[in-house]
């Protein structure tokens, strides 16, 4: 399940300095009976690239929950760069931004 939100219309935008062209995104994926390898990876950037075919977009927004290490570590790889920590009224949040610049790069570095 994937949200994309303007954060400018969101309560985020209580937590840090909204700029134009900022894009954010939730994104769910339910556990399966039988994994496959690297379908997450492609998803979100499946996720990153649509959101990026927006023209007007220039970075893309999360807040995952502090205690999640795999979304963490999904993120880092398509190119999010962790800010800090916020305080939500139901998590414990990592504020994070890719930019389309930054996404690039990591196709060019990690392919597969």
Not at 43 to 70: C, G, H, T
Not at 71 to 76: I, K, M, Q, S, W
């Amino acid at each position: 399940l994937f949200e994309g939100y303007h954060p400018a219309h969101d309560r985020l935008a209580d937590h840090y300095q909204v700029r134009p062209g900022d894009r954010g995104m939730h994104l769910l994926l339910a556990p399966c009976e039988k994994p496959v390898h690297g379908f997450s990876l492609e998803v979100m950037r499946s996720i990153l690239a649509y959101q990026f075919a927006d023209p007007f977009a220039r970075r893309i927004v999360v807040e995952p929950d502090a205690r999640n290490a795999k979304v963490h570590a999904l993120n880092r790889r398509v190119g999010f760069v962790y800010q800090r920590l916020l305080q939500l009224p139901e998590k414990d949040a990592c504020l994070a931004f890719c930019t389309r610049a930054q996404f690039l790069a990591t196709l060019q570095e990690n392919p597969q």
